[in-house]
């Protein structure tokens, strides 16, 4: 079931939300050490050199996009805690047109200045022409980059909205707790317990017509502008 971030306990929420983000931490490890080995056994020695030396370039890129994701992602979350949805929309096309815009920048330097970054940073010569190569394709690629962070800092800062699937969920359980209560065959510690937990329902599938309920005013609101 999806949850609000936004309700409950900080320090339990926010333990529950990074742990699954520090596990994508060591496979993105784990795809670093695939990439030398593959690199390394199957291509050369002055591929993987290549790739090494590259990587205070790749980096420079590489922050420009987590600085997009972070700002986005921050802001994305502060408008949607605030409940002011009109502003989250036009944050987010906002924060694309500008990521695209310093996307296409950092193309058209790397682009035009990359022999001269490798020159820089004292890449010998028996790699350099791999160095370029490797950053050549790499540049090409920002887009891409780009995109999959300012994505990602936009989805992971904003709480999925439950579905018509979850409401049903959640109907037929609060159903089920109603039959048992009207059964009366119950002791009064399980009708105790099934009226507590059928409290909790109503109030899990009240937050989630809610959910419903903004997301359709958003599409609505959308669809005014346009």
Known sequence: MNRDLTVG???????????????SIIFQQLYNIADSFVAG?????NA???????????LIFIAFAFGCNIGCSVLAAQLFGAKEYKDLKSAVATALIASSVICAALMVI?????????????????VFADSKLYLDIYIYGLPFVFFY??????FSSIPCVVGANGIEETFEALEEMVKKLEDGENTLEESFACYEQGMKLVKTLNAQIDKVEKQILILSEGDEHE
Request: one cysteine or more.
């Open 110 to 126: 790397g682009i035009t200045c990359c022999g001269s970054m490798l020159r820089l940073i004292k890449t010998p010569d028996e």
């Open 9 to 23: 306990k900080p320090s339990r929420v926010l333990c529950q939300f990074c742990l699954p983000l520090f596990g």
């Open 48 to 58: 993987l050199a290549a790739v090494g030396n590259s990587y205070e370039i790749t």
């Open 41 to 45: 056994k199957f291509i050369g020695d």
């Open 149 to 154: 962070n300012i994505s990602e800092g936009i």
